[in-house]
């Protein structure tokens, strides 16, 4: 999974937040000021998922549907 953080200039740490359909985290993790973000091998079920990612008060969420 690649995340690219645009738009955000002064930030102290960014959080990757993933939650299976039912909302049970199976991923949390709290970066640095990357502005580039790989999760690499990430053990995932098929299924659906959703990804948000926290930079301080600022919320994003994408879908995510994984296949294999």
């Given at each position: 999974?690649?995340?690219?953080?645009?738009?955000?200039?002064n930030?102290?740490?960014?959080?990757?937040?993933?939650?299976?359909?039912?909302?049970?985290?199976?991923f949390?993790?709290?970066?640095?000021?990357?502005?580039?973000?790989?999760?690499?091998?990430?053990?995932?079920?098929?299924?659906s998922?959703f990804?948000?990612?926290?930079?301080?008060?600022?919320?994003?969420?994408?879908?995510?549907?994984?296949t294999?």
């Open positions: 999974i690649h995340i690219q953080i645009e738009g955000e200039k930030y102290s740490k960014a959080a990757v937040i993933i939650t299976d359909i039912t909302g049970k985290k199976v949390n993790e709290v970066y640095g000021k990357e502005r580039d973000i790989v999760i690499y091998n990430p053990h995932f079920a098929p299924g998922y990804i948000q990612v926290v930079i301080d008060k600022n919320v994003k969420t994408e879908h995510l549907i994984r294999e």
